[in-house]
């Protein structure tokens, strides 16, 4: 990129999916489950309780004593990326890596590096995004002024 060019932030608007509708108590919501419900189009609720489900799931199954030792309550350690991951192949989604041991960064949250796609769902450090054409729907802007980098990102099925 030449000094004269500059990346153009991704625009966001604030998107909770329901979660304050939700009737949950806590001051907000978990970002996968909200991300997860956006790129969906599912609820809140109907998104926690399935992840929810999941996750228990995944902890009393597991032979890893660190994922064991932390537990599955969603509030306390978020969602395992095991439990997202599986949940959006089953939903049929596609995933492509864009970053792997050693590459460095190679895409980032910004409006011309981000997939021209209506619905992607991006992992970044710990979280996961949903971005609906072309704008990030969360409950804060997650992109550290276009620095944010992207490892990868989810795409629907096709209709």
């Known amino acids: 990129m030449y000094e004269s060019e500059t990346e153009v932030e991704m625009p966001w608007v604030y998107n909770d999916a329901g979660y304050r509708a939700s009737g949950f108590r ?5 970002n ?3 991300a997860l ?7 809140y609720r109907t998104v926690y309780e399935e992840i929810y489900r999941r996750q228990n799931d995944f902890v009393h199954k597991t032979r ?3 994922i064991k030792k932390k537990g599955g309550a969603i509030s306390e350690v ?3 990326p095991e439990v997202s991951k599986q949940y959006l192949v089953d939903l049929g989604w596609t995933w492509t890596s864009v970053m792997g041991i050693g590459t460095g ?3 980032h949250l910004t409006y011309e590096e981000v997939p021209d796609e209506p619905v992607v769902l ?8 949903a971005v609906m054409h072309g704008v990030v729907q969360a409950t804060s802007d997650p992109s550290r ?3 944010r980098a992207i490892y990868g990102y989810w795409l629907p099925p096709m209709a």
């Open 26 to 30: 806590a001051k907000h919501g978990n």
């Open 32 to 34: 996968v489950v909200i």
């Open 37 to 43: 419900a956006i790129a969906t189009g599912q609820d």
């Open 64 to 66: 890893s004593k660190r």
């Open 78 to 80: 978020g969602v395992w």
């Open 105 to 107: 960064t190679t895409m």
């Open 122 to 129: 991006c992992s970044i450090s710990r979280s996961l995004v």
């Open 145 to 147: 002024n276009g620095s």
